[in-house]
T-cell receptor, first 116, second 113 residues
C-alpha cells in the first residue's frame, strides 16, 4: 500500500471556523491532489500540487486553499467552513501524470468533515 | 473538456452472473481512461487503465474493459460476480491539462447471493 496518511480522519466543526486537513506521504511522489467526494458527483478535484510550493486550482477550488512546503506534506485549508463543505476529502498522490504512460493515482483513506 | 459519464448509479447482479458497468467518455484527444474501485470506508484503488496500447485491458480481480472509439465507451466487465465485488466503481479520464484525473459519478455494485 502507498504510504499516504490523512489527518484527521473525522472532524465535526461549526460554520465559520477554520479547518485544516493534512496529507502526508512517504513515497516521495511529485504530484499531490485533494479531491472531495459527494453522492452523485463522484470525486471532484479541489487543488493539486506538482512540486514544493507549486500548486494549481481544480474544478471546485472556491473556499479552499492549499500549501505544500515539503514534498511529503500537502495541507488543505477551509478558511471559514460552510455547510456545503460537508464532505469526504481524499488526498491522492502520483509520481507522474505528464508522461506518455499516465501515472496511477494512489489514494489515502479519506477525511470525513461535517460542518454544522 | 475531458469527461466521463457512468450510466446507472446502482447495478445489482446475482452471484455468478455477468457484471457490466457502463462508462462513456468525451475527449478532444486520444483519451487515457481508468477504472477505480472503492470499498466501504476506504480510498480508491486502480482496477485497470487504458493507454492506447491495446483496446482490451485486463485488470485485477478478473475485471476487464474494452475501449471502443466508435462508441466512445470504456465499459467494465467481469464474467462471474463474486460477493467480494460489491463496491463502488468509478470511471476516470485524464484531464485536459494532463495534470489531473476527472471522475464519473460512480456506480454502486450490489451482489446478491
Amino acid at each position: 500500500d502507498a504510504g499516504i496518511t490523512q489527518s484527521p480522519r473525522h472532524k465535526v466543526t461549526e460554520t465559520g471556523t477554520p479547518v485544516t486537513l493534512r496529507c502526508h506521504q512517504t513515497e516521495n511522489h511529485r504530484y499531490m491532489y485533494w479531491y472531495r467526494q459527494d453522492p452523485g458527483h463522484g470525486l471532484r478535484l479541489i487543488h493539486y500540487s506538482y512540486g514544493v510550493k507549486d500548486t494549481d486550482k481544480g474544478e471546485v477550488s472556491d473556499g479552499y486553499s492549499v500549501s505544500r512546503s515539503k514534498t511529503e506534506d500537502f495541507l488543505l485549508t477551509l478558511e471559514s467552513a460552510t455547510s456545503s463543505q460537508t464532505s469526504v476529502y481524499f488526498c491522492a498522490i502520483s509520481e507522474s501524470i505528464r508522461t506518455a504512460m499516465p501515472g496511477e493515482l494512489f489514494f489515502g483513506e479519506g477525511s470525513r468533515l461535517t460542518v454544522l | 473538456a475531458q469527461s466521463v459519464t457512468q450510466l446507472g448509479s446502482h447495478v445489482s447482479v446475482s452471484e455468478g452472473a455477468l457484471v457490466l458497468l457502463r462508462c462513456n467518455y468525451s475527449s478532444s484527444v486520444p483519451p487515457y481512461l481508468f477504472w477505480y474501485v472503492q470499498y466501504p470506508n476506504q480510498g480508491l484503488q486502480l482496477l485497470l487503465k487504458y493507454t492506447s496500447a491495446a483496446t482490451l485491458v485486463k485488470g485485477i480481480n478478473g475485471f476487464e474493459a474494452e475501449f471502443k472509439k466508435s462508441e466512445t465507451s470504456f465499459h467494465l466487465t467481469k464474467p462471474s460476480a463474486h460477493m467480494s465485488d460489491a463496491a463502488e466503481y468509478f470511471c476516470a479520464i485524464r484531464g485536459d491539462n494532463n495534470n489531473d484525473m476527472r471522475f464519473g459519478a460512480g456506480t454502486r455494485l450490489t451482489v446478491k447471493p
